[in-house]
């Protein structure tokens, strides 16, 4: 269904290219952060910050009380195995 997953950021990859790791229920994946980055301010300030990963890119920083409902109602709809499984194989 390609829908936005909520992950959190757990390790900066590569700051010159904008990437950081990114653990959505312990699958972990490099996503893009420019989006959610605040300018001239270094990555390690999204360290532990929630967001909304959608096609390898982190589209919005949520907080963790709305990435824990989302996570429930995507398992209570049946998308969780699904997205996870998705944002296992994705590629960049």
């Known amino acids: 269904m390609c829908l936005g997953i909520p992950g959190r950021i757990v390790a900066i990859a590569d700051a010159d290219a904008l990437l950081a790791t990114v653990d959505v229920s312990g699958v972990r994946r490099d996503v893009d952060v420019t989006c959610v980055a605040e300018p001239g301010a270094p990555l390690e300030t999204l360290l532990g910050r ?21 996570l429930a109602i995507l398992a209570e709809i049946g998308e969780a195995d699904a997205e996870i499984a998705a944002f296992a194989t994705e590629v960049r």
């Open 50 to 70: 929630w967001t909304l990963v959608h096609v390898g890119f982190a589209m919005s920083l949520i907080d963790e009380d709305e990435a824990k409902a989302t």
